[in-house]
């Protein structure tokens, strides 16, 4: 069973450029969280979504991000028009239905904005 | 690639008691993240250690790190049944590690 799997690894945009991120969940899990670390901070909450629908999206900025989790494909975390102040690392992770608190990790997308 | 311990797995505590959580590095600690996380919610985090010797505190909560014993402990003072939940250490070395999680039951 692989783990939540994301790609790219790394990302490099420009200013104004458009950022799309992906997380693929393990297998049967319906669950998505996404999350950034900015330099020399922890992870903060971004979003929570379940297949077609978003729970919990108290963490996003209120423009410019977006993120879907449709019933077929990974889910996307989207960023419109880059600033340098987004470069970050995003995190996404995944939990089974019936166990919300066992979230399991990817291993980031490191995006850099020039 | 880095392995973070935590222990103990599980603790129950009586409302008003004190209690202590570690963490335990197979690797060198550059700088170490506690979180917590709540059932059906995203991770919280509490605080970032970097430095050897550093003692952050939240609230009633004080994490410490241990540079040379690769470890670090995050103590709660007087638990609440608001603390309940699972306390995640991290550490990233280019890639995020999170230890196994405490899940932590505060008893009213």
């Known amino acids: 069973n692989a783990g939540v799997m994301q790609n790219p690894r790394h990302l490099v945009r420009r200013r104004g450029q458009e950022a799309r991120l992906r997380c693929s969940p393990m297998?049967?899990?319906?669950?998505v969280y996404w999350y950034r670390q900015l330099p020399e901070e922890g992870l903060k909450f971004m979003v929570y979504?379940?297949?077609?629908?978003?729970?919990?999206e108290s963490g996003m900025p209120k423009e410019r991000f977006s993120a879907e989790f449709p019933k077929e494909g990974p889910s996307i975390l989207r960023i419109q028009q880059v600033v340098r102040g987004d470069s970050a690392a995003y995190f996404c992770?995944?939990?089974?239905?019936?166990?919300?608190?066992?979230?399991?990790f990817g291993p980031g997308t490191r995006l850099t904005v020039t | 690639s880095q392995e973070l311990e935590q222990s103990p797995q599980s603790l129950i505590v009586q409302e008003g008691k004190n209690l202590t959580i570690n963490c335990t590095s197979s690797?060198?600690?550059?700088?170490l993240y506690w979180y917590k996380q709540k059932y059906g919610e995203g991770l919280i985090f509490l605080m970032m250690?970097?430095?050897?010797?550093e003692e952050k505190s939240h609230e009633k909560i004080t994490a410490k790190l241990d540079e040379k014993k690769q470890q670090s402990s995050l103590h709660i003072t007087a638990s609440q049944p608001s603390h309940a939940g699972i306390y995640l250490c991290?550490?990233?070395?280019?890639?995020?590690?999170f230890g196994a999680g405490t899940r932590l039951t505060v008893k009213p």
């Open positions: 992770a995944s939990s089974p239905p019936e166990e919300a608190y066992e979230q399991y």
């Open positions: 297998k049967g899990h319906s669950h």
């Open positions: 979504l379940q297949k077609e629908n978003i729970i919990d």
């Open positions: 690797k060198t600690l550059y700088g």
């Open positions: 250690l970097q430095k050897g010797g």
């Open positions: 991290g550490a990233d070395n280019n890639d995020m590690r």
